[in-house]
T-cell receptor
Framework: KAGVTQTPRYLIKTRGQQVTLSCSPI?????VSWYQQTPGQGLQFLFE???????NKGNFPGRFSGRQFSNSRSEMNVSTLELGDSALYLC??????????????FGPGTRLTVL | QKEVEQDPGPLSVPEGAIVSLNCTYS??????FMWYRQYSRKGPELLMY????GNKEDGRFTAQVDKSSKYISLFIRDSQPSDSATYLC???????????FGKGTRLSVIA
């Protein structure tokens, strides 16, 4: 069974630009969560989507948004990029919403660098 | 005070040593406790998953939870160079609440 895939794996942008990251969950998994990982703040929850609806949201500004498609694939968008947005963005999939950590699998992440 | 505190290390040990990693937390609502291992350029993978207090053993790994002290530990016996990675603790109150992670401890096991 294929794992969680994220594209692109690496991305370089400049301040003020916007970026879209993509996540394809494990086949049959319908919940997708996004996390931001930085050396200073560690791994922080951004939001969770299930059935094309955002179910939960972390404490991030409105520049961070996401969506989920009918095939469960998800995208996250960051507008007006800031230097502090440089991070590893991780996607995790789960078979069902609010599913436990024991059924959640992480993708390899997208490394975003903002110059 | 952050909800979850974890010493970032780095921690360097010789092969075969017993490694002790730990986290403290402040939210008494946490009921589920996890340890993840993250290799460079990879996403975290779940190592241990425990509910409430107590011990759980899986091969060379033992997880301990002491809810009265708000303290969790991961022990690695007979450590191997392949155990070199960043170890993240994570916790959840269950239900629809998201996971809260520690910042991770970088471990190097030297052959």
């Amino acid at each position: 069974k294929a794992g969680v895939t994220q594209t692109p794996r690496y991305l370089i942008k400049t301040r003020g630009q916007q970026v879209t990251l993509s996540c394809s969950p494990i086949s049959g998994h319908r919940s997708v969560s996004w996390y931001q990982q930085t050396p200073g703040q560690g791994l922080q929850f951004l939001f969770e989507y299930f059935s094309e609806t955002q179910r939960n949201k972390g404490n991030f500004p409105g520049r961070f948004s996401g969506r989920q498609f009918s095939n469960s694939r998800s995208e996250m968008n960051v507008s007006t990029l800031e230097l502090g947005d440089s991070a590893l963005y991780l996607c995790a999939s789960n078979p069902f919403p609010g599913g436990g950590a024991d059924t959640q699998y992480f993708g390899p992440g997208t490394r975003l660098t903002v110059l | 005070q952050k909800e979850v505190e974890q010493d970032p290390g780095p921690l360097s040990v010789p092969e075969g040593a017993i490694v002790s990693l730990n986290c403290t937390y402040s939210n008494s609502a946490f009921q589920y406790f996890m340890w993840y291992r993250q290799y460079s350029r990879k996403g975290p993978e779940l190592l241990m998953y425990t509910y409430s207090s107590g011990n759980k053993e899986d091969g060379r790994f033992t997880a301990q939870v002491d809810k009265s002290s708000k303290y969790i530990s991961l022990f690695i016996r007979d450590s191997q160079p392949s155990d070199s990675a960043t170890y993240l603790c994570a916790m959840s109150a269950g239900g629809n609440t998201p996971l809260v992670f520690g910042k991770g401890t970088r471990l190097s096991v030297i052959a």
